[in-house]
């Protein structure tokens, strides 16, 4: 992994959380300010919108992405469309819209179109088709011994022979033991290309799955499913990939449900198994600080330690283990802790392989990774490995940027220079607006940035623990993205820069002194 040298510029956040004022004389300004702002400033906003979306919408075209609906509330892009959720066309949309100028986040929201999987031959006079009712008897292609046996039931005859003709082209060398039964209008109405597609990834997975027994490829209800025992996770791994390189050639996806050493191998997001992480449980690491930081909160000690284990096995360094244990919050066994702390390893091992840097924010159901990769696979491959923290049903955002790493020198020499200009980072009491010597002091670390093009920077927002936890994060996060946005505003690349609010959960200073809290209120540049 490309070494983050642990400097971090830091900036007071100014008086933001200082002394409060007298509130009884504000009283007409609280009334009325509001209601003045919020309308002066929803034609601002509309026009902020409809720009953002326009730009969107450019690139989006340039690149022959039309069919890529884009929508902004504010700031905040959601893409849509009728997409597998697997297409890469979609991690293209994402990355071209979250690169423009002034977007801070991209929410994907799309929809897999009909596949083309029912029989074709099976239309009234109109030429409307009416899908059947299943069979249960699920069609499958399997391999055992060296013995292919196709079996389960088919639409009627013609499907059938369809379904066969597909597997012997697919297998022009195998024994095919033929147990497909045809029922007349309660079978599995695949036509040609479904026909295809099935048997072409079972020939992908018989080729490549050698290690792994029962192996076999699975369709009902509009989903194929790989199946099989694997004594190993590198087995299981080469037939899926194998199978779903085939799958995306065909334009459609297979589920993969191989078991290993009579565990699921969970190798694709979607491949169900519920969520990893436990309710209640929170689990945060952060590879870009050195040494890199593990947060969050575990009943027990045992969980806490083979987590710490998991993440410095993964990042090849000792971690600053910050985890609470708290006995109150559900407990696990060892195979759930032992499965916790292996999928929270597998997208830390992906991003240091490739030289990056990530923050990995999980609870139940929910997954955010942020920080740098120097590749986009890199970053599909770490979302694809988080989606077993989050569960079939969970979701994970991925703000990783795609950009090269800086060299040691570029990191040094920026430091030195926002060192210089970083004194405080002023914002108004309370809120997420930078004063004008705020704003003035991240102009002057935009030039600075744009100066050394080769630096990475993640803005990060603390505060002190006046106040509820959850305000203070809120507040943290708000300031963090205020100072990014404004560095894309003068010039700063959106892929260069990332925001993070750590509310009052990292301290530099006792927060029993005001010399101590205010210390904490700060914002930091973190330099990769």
């Known amino acids: 992994m490309a070494a983050e040298d642990g400097a971090r510029n830091v900036a007071k956040a100014g008086p933001a959380l200082r002394g409060r004022p007298r509130w009884y004389g504000w009283i ?3 009334v009325g300010l509001p209601v003045l702002f919020t309308v002066g400033m929803l034609p601002v906003r509309e026009s902020i919108e409809d720009d953002l979306t326009d730009s969107a919408r450019t690139v989006l075209d340039a690149a022959d992405l039309a069919e890529v609906h884009v929508e902004f509330e504010g700031r905040d892009a959601t893409i849509s469309g009728m997409m597998d959720p697997d297409d890469p066309d979609i991690t293209r949309a994402h990355d071209l819209v979250r690169n423009g100028t002034g977007v801070r986040h991209v929410t994907d929201d799309f929809e897999a179109p009909a596949l083309p999987l029912n029989n074709s031959n099976d239309a009234d006079a109109d030429g409307v088709v009416e899908p ?6 699920t069609l499958a292609l399997t391999q055992s011994d060296g013995q292919v046996v196709l079996s389960g039931t088919a639409f009627d005859e013609s499907t059938a022979e369809v379904i066969r003709q ?3 082209d697919a297998l022009p060398d195998a024994t095919i033991e033929d147990d497909l039964t045809v029922k007349e209008a309660g079978g599995t109405p695949l036509g040609q290309a479904g026909a295809e597609a099935f048997a072409s990834m079972a020939a992908a997975a018989f080729a490549n799955g050698t290690g792994v027994t029962d192996l076999g490829v699975s369709f009902l209800d509009g989903e194929y499913v790989l199946t099989g025992t694997a004594d190993d996770s590198a087995s299981a791994s080469a037939a899926f990939e194998a199978t779903r390189t085939v799958a995306d050639q065909l334009g459609t996806s297979v589920i993969d449900r191989i078991s290993i050493d009579g565990k699921s191998s969970d190798t694709e997001a979607v491949s169900g198994g519920g969520a990893a992480m436990p309710d209640g449980w929170s689990v945060n690491i952060d590879t870009a600080s050195t040494p890199a930081i593990l947060e969050g ?3 027990s000690a045992e969980a806490s330690d083979a987590i710490e284990s998991a993440m410095s096995s993964a990042v090849g360094a000792a971690v600053d283990n910050r985890i609470n244990v708290d006995p109150a919050l559900p407990p696990a066994d060892a195979d759930t802790i032992a499965g916790v702390a292996d999928a929270l390893a597998a997208p830390l091992e992906i991003v240091s392989a490739d030289g990056g840097t990530v923050i990995v924010s999980s609870v139940v159901g929910e997954v955010t990774l942020q920080g740098r990769v120097s590749t986009a696979s890199a970053r599909d491959a770490a979302q694809e490995a988080a989606g077993v923290l989050a569960g079939a049903d969970g979701s994970v955002l991925n703000e990783l940027n795609v950009a090269d790493a800086a060299s040691a020198d570029d990191v040094a020499q920026a430091n030195a ?3 210089d200009v970083l004194h405080n980072v002023e914002f108004e009491v309370g809120s997420a607006s930078l004063t004008e010597e705020g704003t003035a002091t991240v102009d002057a670390a935009a030039k600075v940035l744009t100066e050394n093009p080769a630096v990475n920077i993640r803005v990060e927002g603390h505060t002190d ?4 936890a959850e305000t203070n994060q809120e507040l943290s996060d708000a300031r ?3 100072v990014v946005d404004l560095l894309i ?5 959106a892929s260069r820069l990332t925001a993070r609010g750590f509310g009052d959960s990292r301290p530099i200073d006792s927060n029993d002194t005001d010399a101590g809290r205010a210390a904490n209120r700060r914002i930091e540049f973190v330099v990769s």
């Open 132 to 137: 059947p009712t299943l069979d249960p008897d």
């Open 297 to 299: 909160a575990v009943p």
């Open 166 to 168: 597909a597997t012997r």
């Open 480 to 482: 963090a993205q205020t």
């Open 465 to 468: 623990n006046t106040g509820s």
């Open 28 to 30: 007409p300004a609280v």
């Open 417 to 419: 220079e926002l060192d």
């Open 489 to 493: 505003e003068q010039g700063v690349a």
